[in-house]
């Protein structure tokens, strides 16, 4: 378990590995497609980036138990919400629209690394 490595640091990279797809979230831990993506996490500045870091997005939430990347809610009934689990690494991503239904899913488990701080091109922009 990584429960105090996320608890304690404040800039970190996450490797989360889990499975992904479309339509409702299953029971089974196993459905989907695997799936692996690198985070990079400035809790200080309140910033992240995935994988190759095209851009750079505001951390929407921060608490003992949850680092919430992603919360938010469409015009037209979408919404979509994205945490991680400070004391499991469990990783969720969901997103649903009110007239369609579950659009897609994403869950696993991030492991923490060293910090790899944020590509010149990915912060150009916020300064």
């Known amino acids: ?3 105090a490595p996320l608890q304690a640091l404040t800039m970190f990279n996450m490797i989360c590995t889990g499975m992904v797809g479309d339509g409702p979230l299953p029971q089974d831990e196993r459905a ?36 919430i990347l992603i919360e938010r809610t469409f015009d037209g009934g979408g919404s979509a919400r994205m945490a991680v689990d400070r004391r499991t690494g469990t990783f969720l991503l969901v997103s649903f629209h009110q007239r369609i239904g579950p659009l897609g899913w994403r869950r696993g488990t991030c492991r923490p690394r060293p910090f790899g701080g944020f590509p010149e091109h990915a912060v150009r922009w916020r300064e």
């Open 32 to 67: 989907g497609t695997p799936y692996r993506s690198e985070f990079r996490i400035d809790l200080i500045h309140r910033l992240w980036c995935i994988d190759t870091c095209h851009g750079v997005e505001r951390i929407q939430g921060v608490t003992d138990r949850e680092i």
């Open 1 to 3: 378990m990584i429960a």
